[in-house]
């Protein structure tokens, strides 16, 4: 057989077996297992006797009130303790990673640089319980096999087997640099008219309902030029190359800085971004701290 084989694809005997048959053998004890594994006396005398069929050998035998081991089962005993000792170092040593040590943190880059960058100055980062280790991507990671511990994520606040907390709805409005979007209505829609709209392509069925629903008619900009992140739509409007469709809460630093302004007051739902995290860290100590924090740096939001 292959020897790059998994061992369990190679074990012949029941795990739960060799488990009932170690802790036994540890003990000296089927009652004293059987306390241990959480199991009735009687499933680990069974799970012994089909050891010992499976193996075709005896493995322990009673001499009065005690168990006894065999020549055999003295042998097999220690091997077992210390394999599975090993797993269960395993399992606690990945416990401890997850739950101590700074939270990891992915996010969107948008979300990252036009949110929360501009409020990092006010994280409490020397406070103990509220250490962070940020990454980006475009790709969502698999939480759930602790690749982070939690995310930022944009949605509708679904995520089979994850707990999600909202920290702000969205509302999408077409944004330009503050020289566009001065005038009359009629002048903003003729700088529209010339100008080169960035859009993300996950914002393309976006721009239709923004653009059907707005007062007045629809627009037509000059051109537009497909990205694939809404932050580089807002850098190239930011930096004067055209304008962009993205969510106003992401930029409101960026209008609030006069870097950006909304064409006009129309604005469409666009989801909302939330606080993703296992189950497993529900309680988690630096989840509650961060979601917190997020939600008291949320204007007009509170816990």
């Known amino acids: 057989m292959d020897s790059q084989t998994p061992i369990s ?14 802790a036994a053998a540890r003990h000296l004890s089927v009652k004293e297992a059987a306390l241990e594994l959480s199991v009735t006396a009687s499933a680990v005398s069974h799970q012994l006797r089909i050891l010992e069929d499976s193996l075709g050998l005896e493995l322990m035998r009673r001499n009065g009130a005690r168990l006894e081991l065999t020549e055999t089962g003295q042998m097999l005993a220690p091997e077992l303790t210390a394999g599975f000792s090993r797993i269960v170092q395993a399992v606690e040593n990945l416990r401890q990673d997850r739950t101590s040590g700074p939270l ?12 929360l960058s501009p409020r990092l100055i006010s994280y409490p980062f020397d406070r103990a319980g509220f250490e962070l280790l940020i990454s980006t991507t475009q790709a969502p990671v698999d939480l759930a096999a602790g690749v982070a511990d939690a995310a930022i994520r944009h949605g509708k606040g679904e995520w089979p087997g994850l707990l999600s907390d909202l920290l702000f709805d969205e509302t999408v409005t077409l944004l330009g640099p503050p020289h566009l979007t001065g005038g009359s209505e009629e ?76 064409f006009f007051d129309h604005r ?3 989801g909302g971004y939330y606080l993703v995290y296992p189950r497993a860290l529900e309680r988690d100590r630096r989840i509650r701290n961060l979601r917190q924090w997020l939600v008291s740096a949320t204007p007009g939001r509170t816990r």
């Open 9 to 22: 694809m190679r074990l012949s005997v029941p795990l739960n077996a060799l488990r009932a048959f170690e």
């Open 104 to 115: 990891r943190l992915s996010m969107l880059p948008t979300f990252a640089v036009h949110w």
């Open 187 to 262: 002048a903003l829609r003729n700088a529209i008219g010339e100008a080169n709209l960035f859009l993300s392509q996950h914002r393309r069925e976006a721009f239709e309902e923004w653009n059907a629903t707005l007062p007045g008619g629809p627009v037509r900009p000059a051109a537009i030029t497909i990205v694939d992140s809404a932050g580089l739509g807002l850098k190239a409007a930011i930096d004067g190359a055209g304008i962009t469709l993205a969510g106003a809460e992401i930029a409101g630093a960026d209008i609030g800085a006069g870097r950006l302004v909304p």
């Open 268 to 270: 469409i739902a666009g």
